[in-house]
């Protein structure tokens, strides 16, 4: 999986699991199966990242850093509005 098409099924499944977590509720089934699926897609995306393919070699801790809290903000920020339906 290229790293465009994995941040779109990421993108994708982050909707579903907020669509189910808001209508069936947090303990489902379905969204602990979803938030798990969800969570092989983040793995399979950081490892594309670390892959020499796709990133480029960090000259030190900051740019590790920036990149790091870039991708984590990217990947997990939930638009406020959902938080006060």
Known sequence: MR???CEAAIKVKKNEMI???????LQNE???HCSQELDKLLNDY???LL?????KP???DIDFFF???KQVHKI???PFRYFFI
């Open 3 to 5: 790293l465009e098409q």
């Open 19 to 25: 669509n189910l977590g808001m209508t069936k509720g």
């Open 30 to 32: 379905e969204t602990i």
């Open 46 to 48: 950081n490892r594309l």
């Open 51 to 55: 892959d020499d393919k796709y990133s």
């Open 58 to 60: 960090l000259n030190n």
């Open 67 to 69: 990149i790091f809290k």
């Open 76 to 78: 997990l920020s939930i």
